[in-house]
């Protein structure tokens, strides 16, 4: 599948979902904002288009300190292990927060829109179960072991099982 096919497939699916973005043709790049539900309330969906595939990138509105960044890594860290579908990232030079997912496309004939609608979803269910903690480690307010039992072993339901 090449790239066009691969944009005019996730264009259709976002626009049959109604969901507001704004598309960089020079860059070929997605752009939207997403309302989420822990105590991060909004993040930046950037959805980046690759000749072989998709990558989908839900960054977080808030960085961690330097002075805190050793837990919120542990919990990140502990976080990545056993999702299924994409991962946490920290850049170490400014504390910026993002997940992120990839498409492969390499081969296929055209992308169902469940593969589609998950690449894009996934990662704000993950931010949401997880985004409670990223918040109180961020600011210092607690450490990673005690934020990994809360996200992990809460009452609702893990988009991740």
Known sequence: MDREKIIDAVRDWLDGDDWKYEYDVEHQVIHMG??????????????????DGYTVY?????????????????YLTMANYGLRNGNFEVDLNDGEIRYK???????????????????????????????NGIAALALGFSDAKTEIDKAENSDTESTEE
């Open 101 to 131: 997912i990839f498409v492969n496309c390499d081969g296929l004939e055209s992308l169902s829109e469940a593969v589609i609608r998950d690449s894009i979803v996934q990662g704000c269910f993950t931010v949401d179960r997880y985004g």
């Open 34 to 51: 997403v309302s989420l539900d822990s105590k991060i309330k909004s993040g930046k969906i950037i959805i980046f288009f690759a000749e």
């Open 58 to 74: 839900v960054v977080l509105p808030l960085n961690g300190d330097p002075d805190n960044i050793g837990e919120l890594l542990k």
